[in-house]
């Protein structure tokens, strides 16, 4: 299951030049919230971002944090 959570990160971060910078980054820091709070559903088609945006008052605080710094940076490019 892990390895099918970073490949949905890395494809996520294929799609986004943002988020391809800090994709190493962003994955440390989401994966065990990925893991903890999203197990059972299916990555691709933004599900795994949805769940994050649905559960977004449960995410670590590290998470929550690499989130935000790579939305911010996807805006500013």
Do not use: H
């Amino acid at each position: 299951m892990k390895r099918i959570l970073t490949l949905a990160f890395i494809a996520a971060s294929a799609l986004q030049p943002a988020f391809a910078q800090d994709s190493a980054a962003l994955r440390r820091a989401c994966q065990a919230d990925a893991a903890r709070l999203c197990a059972g559903v299916m990555p691709g088609g933004g599900r795994i971002a949805n769940c994050f945006k649905e559960k977004r008052d449960q995410l670590s605080d590290g998470c929550r944090t690499a989130l935000q710094q790579a939305s911010a940076q996807r805006k500013a490019d």
